[in-house]
């Protein structure tokens, strides 16, 4: 590809609009243009990442013995009936109605159809197991559409679902398929974390998720992992070992104290000079729209999934100051945020570090006053809700656990019965009894993954994609196209290179050669040749993106080291 030809046109500055690194270089380096929000062109840079991407994960996915097929985007509205999940999917399902008044759905994902198609087809136990994959774009209408691709409306995924005719079965395919998603992700490039992501609860579903390994500012998950032992959660699901800390509040005598201004921990921590580990905190949400009360150990934070996850419920949000006015009056209270404590009659949680507050303080539901040297009420739901913190320790080993960034980019689910039951898709076993199948899912963000490869990949100049999904492997720039000599070698090493499989493209453009250099580590070719003065002396110089390695070397030696690197990667 000539580098004039390239559809493609850098841009000076970083949009203005976007908050992380990958949205602000892709729409930099000109992979991609925002149609709508969380709507996005992937231009013909991003469409060669992707491509490869997706070239990997079906390789990998075939190899692991499952078969690709395409389903229907547009789905009817009756199917998602069937399983239950069209009154509670939520906004994120995009609703539309055709010219009859049907009413349809666009596909966030595909567990209904698939489960149609298998019951269809799948009549006996000999038809399977079976696992059945596809890469298609979707369609989510996120409350939050932001971070470029990382976080769209429409996107790219993989997935698949696996059918069995036991949990046995189920199992093996599960495992088959985390070894897989391990090495797709290798392939990319790719550091990976498999983490898990289901509460951990008996009878739970089980899940795992792979995190690509960030910056902490840049994913949109933080991952605690242990260099110790081979634990590795989400902040989601995350649990700890907590450093000893007090938490006898040593207040023997229980009364009522002033505690003017005192809204916040801090503030009043500092008013009573105690630690905030003596302190009850007391919160209100609202949990699919009544009002919980949920108490923790002051110096510790809530995790809303977990709250959720205990709660047993859709949705959840901290209760606004009006919400909490009106719960303080429905119970004869008059006390503004700040100064909350438990009530009696309202539904109450709270977390596992509250069991050990002795003598503390809490708020009784009075503006400016609290109790010093109280005592825990009765309390029947109790469950770790408590979001795991920098500096705490390793659930299993007990060593500190470091945190790091995170962006999931696949997941795998044991679905078991859920949809094969509510769906009634069903196969006769070896006895003629008929069984619902046992189902997995697994899935691939394939556009996050190429942001997450940014993500990881790049430095104040660009992108630094690793070689087996960069758009193309090399460019090689000329430094004055006027010179003949230059030109020449570069010419010929082009043809060389292309030759030998490499995809190269070569810039042929009449631009200062600064101006060459800033696109080349903008866009992230892996390897970068320049022919410039020393050409005359037959040496050009080989720049490595990844290391920043700069060379003087031979042309030949140059192409030959690509034709290398390529090769290696079996690109
Ligand atoms: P998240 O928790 O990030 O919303 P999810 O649990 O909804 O993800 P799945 O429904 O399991 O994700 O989708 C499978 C994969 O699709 C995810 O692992 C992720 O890589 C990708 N994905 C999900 N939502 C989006 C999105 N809005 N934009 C881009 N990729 C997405
Ligand atoms: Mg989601």
């Not at 062109?41 to 390789?59: C, D, N, Q, W």
């Not at 430094?479 to 000599?485: G, R």
Request: aromatic residues 8%; contains cysteine; negative net charge.
């Amino acid at each position: 590809m000539k580098m004039s030809k390239l559809f493609i046109q850098t841009l000076r500055e970083f949009p203005s609009d976007a908050e992380v690194i990958s949205h602000k270089m892709l729409i930099r380096a000109g992979y991609i243009r925002k149609l709508s929000s969380g709507i996005y062109s992937y231009l013909p840079l991003m469409r060669r990442v992707l491509k490869k991407i997706e070239t990997i994960v079906r390789e990998e996915m075939d190899a692991a013995g499952a078969q690709e097929l395409l389903m229907p985007f547009v789905q009817p509205r009756e199917l998602w009936e069937e399983s239950g999940r069209w009154e509670v999917y939520g906004k994120e399902l995009m609703r539309l109605k055709d010219r009859h008044n049907h009413e349809m759905c666009l596909g966030p994902t595909h567990e209904e159809v698939i489960t149609a198609v298998a019951r269809d087809s799948i009549k006996s136990y000999k038809q399977m197991p079976v696992n059945l994959y596809q890469i298609q774009s979707k369609f989510r209408d996120e409350v939050r559409p932001r971070y470029g691709l990382l976080r769209g409306r429409e996107f790219i995924m993989k997935d698949a679902y696996s059918f069995d005719v036991d949990q046995a079965g189920l199992d093996r395919e599960y495992q088959n398929m985390a070894k897989t998603y391990t090495k797709i992700f290798e392939r990319c490039g790719l550091e990976t974390k498999m983490v898990q992501s289901d509460s951990g609860a008996i009878g739970g579903s089980v899940s795992h998720e792979f995190m690509v390994i960030t910056d902490q500012d840049s994913g949109e998950n933080d991952v605690f992992y242990c260099n110790s032992c081979d634990y590795a959660a989400n902040s989601n699901h995350a649990v700890s070992k907590l450093p000893e800390v007090n938490t006898d509040g040593g207040f023997i005598e229980t009364k009522i104290v002033d505690t003017p201004n005192t809204k916040t921990i801090e503030e009043l921590a500092r008013f009573l000079n105690i630690q905030p580990s003596v302190i009850l905190k007391t919160l209100v949400y609202i949990a699919d729209k009544e009002p919980v009360l949920v108490l923790i150990r002051a110096d510790k934070s809530i995790e809303e999934t977990k709250l959720m996850n205990a709660l047993g419920v859709n949705e959840i949000r901290i209760a606004s100051a009006e919400e909490i006015k009106e719960l303080m009056r429905k119970h004869g209270f008059d006390a503004e945020p700040g100064f909350i404590g438990p009530i009696t009659g309202v539904r109450t949680i709270a977390d596992e570090t509250v069991r050990g507050l002795k003598n503390f303080v809490a708020g009784i539901n009075q503006t400016d006053k609290h109790m010093t040297g109280a005592s825990l009420p009765e309390i029947n739901h109790y469950a770790d809700l408590r979001l795991v913190q920098a500096g705490e320790l390793c659930p299993q080993c007990g060593k500190p656990l470091p945190i790091t960034g995170g962006i999931e980019v696949g997941n795998i689910f044991k679905l078991g019965t859920k949809y094969s039951k509510s769906m009634n898709a069903v196969f006769l076993d070896e006895n003629s009894q008929s069984k619902p199948y046992v189902m997995g899912c697994y899935g691939i963000g394939i556009s996050r993954t190429a942001a997450a490869a940014v993500e990881a990949c790049h430095d104040e100049n660009g992108i630094k994609w690793p070689l087996a999904i960069a758009p193309y492997h090399a460019v090689i720039v000329p430094v004055n196209i006027q010179d003949a000599v230059q030109t020449e070698i570069a010419e010929k090493l082009y043809k060389e290179l292309q030759d030998a499989g490499v995809e190269a493209v070569l810039d042929d453009r009449v631009e200062r050669a600064g101006v060459k250099f800033k696109d080349a580590d903008l866009i992230g070719f892996p390897f970068r040749i320049t022919a410039g003065k020393t050409a005359a002396d037959g040496l050009v110089e080989l720049k490595t993106r990844s290391t920043g390695e700069v060379e003087t070397v031979t042309p030949e030696e140059a192409s030959s080291r690509i034709i290398k690197n390529c090769k290696r990667q079996g690109t």
